[in-house]
């Protein structure tokens, strides 16, 4: 249920929330420009209690929220969301872009990758340390030891990082070292996961599980906003269809989707979109153009030796081809880079 509140007077909202609370609901308080409203969430069973709220003077309006997913709509809150961190800024108008290689795979790699895509325009580093690799086989990450080198990279360019947590133990110790938490399409619908993360005290970047609707993506979101967490970012990476000239399908449709239901900023992730680096500039071109608020793009300073993904990495200066080709897009849009 939503209460639109007649006053916004702190004492008002607290007297709205105690009652929420006192009749077993969660209560998430949204100001926004021109209103402030609570949500009022849990079991949809009893709710209609809630309506006797519209009795206080300081409730204009007691109504229930129709889509499934409560927090994450624009039923609540009609305005974007600006998620930020250092000086990237996502949503509202504002872009940004996070490069990075897949993995952290050494002190001086990432080093080098941080110096790279800052002087190209980005503004936060990427880098794996927990990797989710398909196979057990496969390079497994540079784990803690990785999560620090990141972290020292971003300290030493002024970049704010983000990188992947695998599982709920490890969402302490990344939102310790780095600002912002990913959680990777495959753990899109691990629900502890999503749990910890919402409880990390850090944004989030919730990437779209590539067997996954939009409709079950906006709800793991949900789950991270439920825990109180309002910092997230949702990430189209692509999805699986019976194409195989590409890794997945970029499904670009996703961006005006979500902005129709969603005030949760978009990005973009073209790389694993297209599992190939000569698509990753026209896809960045085609995100910008449907209105996404940023990308994520893999970088690497030497691709042909990365540990994972090369294939589908751009070079340095590839990757400032690919800024110098979305900037007028991104003024045809009126989207500010950050
Ligand atoms: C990644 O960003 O490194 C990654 C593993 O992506 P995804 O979860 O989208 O496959
Ligand atoms: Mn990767």
Known sequence: MIIVMASSKKEDVAHVVHKIEEMGYKAHVIVGVER????????????ERLISLEALPHVEKVFPILKPFKLAGREVKSEPSIVSAGKARFGGGYFS???????????AQIRESARLVKASGAAMLRGGAFKPRTSPYSFQGMELEGLKLLWAAGQETG????????????VAVVAQFADMIQIGARNMQNFALLRAAGKAGKPVILKRGMMSTINEFLMSAEYILSEGNPD??????????????????LDIQAVPVIRQVSHLPVIIDPSHAAGRWELVTPMACAAVAAGADGLLVEVHPNPAEAMSDGQQSLKPERF???MAAIRPLLDVMKRELC
């Open 232 to 249: 997230v970012i949702l990430c189209e990476r692509g999805i699986r269809t019976f194409e195989t000239e590409t890794r997945n399908t």
């Open 97 to 107: 872009v996070i490069a990075g290689p897949c993995a952290v795979e050494s002190e």
């Open 320 to 322: 400032g081809q690919m």
């Open 36 to 47: 402030t409203v609570v949500a009022a969430v849990g079991d949809e069973r009893g709710k």
């Open 159 to 170: 970049l704010p990082v983000v990188t992947e947590a695998v599982t709920p133990d490890q």
